[in-house]
């Protein structure tokens, strides 16, 4: 599609009141999905990070990376297994983990923004104490039986630490972070990465908390999407199990940061050439918005 220029005008005054009110803000972003994996994609989410950063506002990664993680652990003969959403670690699954999150997945998403333009620095939630963390333990889901569901070397956040990004962000530079965190016994912790990216964004005061997703946003029961949720709203669709699946810990982290004082939550479709800037910058949006 070509643009002429009064329409390339018209969309750059467009973004002009949205750069106004989000300049100095942080925005804290899940990377993860389709937009990690398809090269065009991948290209599109640096150039959006690349732009968020030149024009001012504050800029936080937080990266998944469970494809390649999946790949690492069939080459050992190992099957992935999930509960609730969050991937069961063992001793040897974290050490794919910290391998591939802390090393591969992190350089490789610097490299690809700093090719772009932009100022990236890669670390993990471990860096500086950033994220500490301790064992995450499951309340049985409904229907349940036998044992508690045993996860291993899955941790929760008990705590952020902010100055290292704080410093990073004060240099203008992109922090990067594996989600990784360190607990009070020095071990080292798998945390999801959308409750990382979460508790990220509740600790720093976020403007706005985004998940890249590979699907439109948060569905009903017939699939269509659901716009705009209150906190009411996702009560009821986690009670009827609408919200299943990796959604779970996305729509929860969301919520809890939106408690915690971020002021919005987005769901969006990272398939989408520059989903970051449509949702962003434009009157119309993508996905689900979740606020209070």
Do not use: C
């Amino acid at each position: 599609m070509t643009l002429t220029p009064q329409e390339k005008t018209r969309i750059l005054v467009q973004a002009l009141p949205y750069i106004r009110q989000f300049r100095g803000k942080t925005l804290v972003i899940k990377y993860g999905g389709s937009a990690m994996e398809e090269e065009s994609l991948r290209d599109a989410f640096a150039e959006d990070v690349t732009f968020l950063n030149f024009i001012g506002i504050r800029t936080i990664v937080v990266h998944g990376g469970g494809p390649q993680i999946r790949e690492a652990l069939e080459l050992r003969g190992k099957e992935s297994e999930f509960v609730m959403g969050l991937r069961v670690t063992d001793a040897e699954t974290m050490d794919v983990v910290s391998v591939v999150l802390g090393e591969k997945i992190n350089k490789d998403i610097v490299n690809l923004i700093n090719t772009h333009g932009g100022q990236a620095v890669g670390l993990s939630g471990a860096d500086g104490g950033a994220l500490r963390a301790r064992k995450l333990s499951l309340n049985p889901p409904a229907g349940w039986k036998g044992k508690p569901p045993e996860l291993g070397m899955v941790g929760e956040v008990t705590g952020v630490d902010t100055a290292l990004l704080g410093r990073l962000g004060d240099g203008g530079f992109v922090p990067v972070v594996a989600p990784l965190g360190v607990g009070e016994d020095g071990l080292l912790y798998n945390i999801n990465a959308d409750s990382a990216a979460g508790s990220l964004a509740a600790a720093l005061g976020a403007e706005k908390l985004v998940y890249l997703t590979d699907v439109v946003g948060v569905q009903d029961n017939g699939q269509k999407l659901i716009s705009a949720l209150s906190k009411a709203q996702v009560k009821d669709l986690q009670s009827r199990g609408v919200i299943s699946g990796g959604m779970i810990p996305k729509v929860g982290a969301g919520l809890r940061a939106i408690e915690a004082g971020v002021k919005k939550t987005h769901v969006i479709d990272g398939r989408i050439p520059h989903a970051l800037l449509l949702e962003i910058f434009t009157d119309e949006g993508i996905g689900t918005e979740i606020v209070l």
